[in-house]
């Protein structure tokens, strides 16, 4: 408790033994992404899950396509799709979905919107401003391309986005004031942020974007090499995510051939799908890479355990979902030193870093582990650590009640109230009730 306000003592009479008093009043949030898939959508999915349903009654609108609908409804999320939210800039499209978001809004009531992904970041602001929705947060998952560099300089990455989406920066910055508040998802994001003027000084926070921990191995999963026809001494590099121009698969694959130079025996996956996985095969054959595209894998972290290294190509990155799993699993990393990342990868304690667009030197931080096994067994050990502890969902979650309860008026959750990583807890009397034990 920050001392604002103290909790009541404890009941007198066990509960039970005393008349119940009314349901208390549960603040309405919904969370509005573009589409519902892995990354952004699987930290939305946390985010919903993971909020205390005593304070909180939380949906969860989006685009119709995406994979995690069902599961969300599973987990008793309500959830509702908006025909017309589509990532592309489409007119007709976009005025219908937002038509759609302010009936919405006008009929629900929310307490809190909080908006992901640059469309429906758009559009939800829009829309509940013109349904004066008391609070409005966006969570920033990553630099976008067309925000200027942190030095104020045009970045070289514009040529990887759609000439119509460039026009975002502008709109971001002119949204600002009809937003209450930021989460980003790191501390570099979250200084990108706001020296971009897309986020507001003093109204910019970090929460760690939470991974299923429990559905990833702490170690190598031993049947994955047989599986993909990986021989067992064969040093093995690999990398997971979209094969798309962010992520730079055509430079993992010039970063391989470069490794194949000290280490022959080297193997190589690339765990995804995209429009440049083509190209990716195609340059493989010519540089002579022993390349595996395996496609999308439901199973791509259990996949990922049995890598070496783990390498992150990209020219920018939240924090990259594929990597925190990797690195949870216990893995050595080499990632290019490109926003969020450099957040979770530190040099010579998590990982290594290397400059983005340059495959050369991720090739010498990838033979520099597999020249030093010892070393690269503890970089992993270390990395798997620091991941298992700050990617749990109980974190996050505790990161946003603090920011919405600082909108609200309301105090943050109390430990008691709903335990959470304990290593986010404050040791010894501080954390204990202020009343005593009751007794």
Excluded at 150 to 166: A, C, I, K, N, W
Excluded at 332 to 357: E, W
Aim: with cysteine; hydrophobic share 45%.
């Amino acid at each position: 408790m920050s001392g604002r306000w103290l909790p009541p003592p404890p009941p007198v009479p066990p509960p039970g033994r005393f008349p119940a008093g009314p349901a208390p009043v549960r603040v309405k949030v919904l969370h509005l992404i573009t589409r519902f898939e892995a990354g952004a959508g699987g930290n939305t999915l946390l985010s919903a899950t993971g909020m205390d349903p005593r304070r909180y009654e939380v949906w969860i609108g989006g685009g119709p396509d995406g994979p995690l609908w069902e599961r969300a409804e599973r987990e008793g999320i309500r959830t509702v799709k908006i025909p017309g939210l589509v990532r592309e800039i489409a007119p007709l499209a976009d005025l219908g979905a937002l038509v759609r978001l302010v009936r919405l809004l006008r009929r629900e009531r929310f307490g809190i919107v909080h908006v992901h992904e640059a469309k429906a970041d758009v559009l939800g602001r829009i829309a509940a401003f013109l349904c004066r929705t008391p609070i409005v947060i966006v969570t920033l998952h990553g630099r976008d391309p067309w925000w200027p560099a942190p030095d104020g300089s045009r970045t070289q990455l514009r040529e990887v986005m759609p000439r119509g989406l460039r026009t975002f920066l502008f709109v971001e910055r002119r949204l600002r004031a009809i937003t209450s508040g930021f989460v980003a998802v790191s501390p570099t994001v979250a200084r990108d942020a706001v020296l971009a003027r897309v986020a507001t000084p003093g109204r910019t926070d970090v929460a760690p974007s939470a991974v299923d921990l429990d559905d990833i191995p702490e170690d190598a999963d031993a049947g994955v090499r047989a599986e993909l026809g990986i021989p067992a001494g064969a040093p093995l590099v690999g990398t997971v995510g979209r094969l798309d121009a962010q992520k730079a698969p055509l430079d993992f694959v010039r970063m391989a051939a470069k490794v194949r130079e000290r280490h022959p025996d080297a193997r190589f996956v690339m765990v995804g799908e995209g429009e440049l996985a083509e190209d990716a095969g195609a340059l493989a054959g010519q540089l002579g890479v022993p390349l595996l595209l395996t496609g999308f894998r439901r199973d791509a972290a259990r996949v990922a355990s049995a890598f070496d290294v783990y390498v992150v190509s990209s020219l920018y990155e939240g924090v990259g979902r594929g990597v925190t799993e990797a690195m949870a699993s216990g893995r050595p990393v080499v990632a290019t030193a490109v926003d969020g990342v450099v957040d979770l990868v530190s040099p010579g304690s998590t990982g290594l870093l290397a400059p983005a667009r340059d495959p050369g030197r991720l090739a010498e931080g990838v033979c520099w582990l597999l020249d030093h096994p010892v070393e690269a067994a503890a970089i992993g050990a270390q990395a798997r650590t620091r991941v298992r502890l700050l990617f749990t969902r109980e974190r996050m979650c505790a990161a946003l009640d603090d920011v919405y309860s600082r909108f609200l008026g309301l105090e943050p959750e109390a430990p008691e109230a709903a335990p959470r990583d304990p290593s986010a807890m404050p040791p010894g009397p501080a954390a204990e009730h202020p009343w005593g034990a009751g007794e």
